[in-house]
Nanobody
């Protein structure tokens, strides 16, 4: 089992920045690809970004490229999502997730076995 706890969400004005953190405990975090997803009210959960176990490969949804950066610290068992140039449409609950099998990170939520409880991000206009 892997337990994931997100933090760092909050209220920010459009154009601002936030850094989300996801602390992992349980089995060996450094073996897992990690991803961030988000879900806005009334919408389906969507992929944001993913990173390989080593941090050497990253993958972003097109709408996040250039604004969001995913990274990880395997010593601290933590994955981060730096979000810059935030827009009101980025408002959502953000979830981190762990994929224990994939060598290459990807956007399919079915690959992720473990999920955190989410952290709310609200971007005001």
């Amino acid at each position: 089992q892997v337990q994931l706890v997100e933090s760092g969400g909050g209220l920010v004005q459009a154009g601002g920045s936030l850094r989300l953190s996801c602390a992992a405990s349980g089995r060996t975090f450094s073996n897992y690809a990690m991803g961030w997803f988000r879900q806005a009210p009334g919408k389906e959960r969507e992929f944001v970004a993913a990173i390989s176990w080593s941090g050497g490969s990253t993958y972003y949804a097109d709408s996040m490229k250039g604004r969001f950066t995913i990274s990880r610290d395997n010593v601290k068992n933590t994955v981060y999502l730096q979000m810059d140039s935030l827009k009101p449409e980025d408002t959502a609950i953000y979830y981190c997730a762990a994929d224990p099998l994939s060598l290459v990170p990807g956007p399919d939520p079915r690959r992720y076995n473990y999920w955190g409880q989410g952290t709310q991000v609200t971007v005001s206009s």
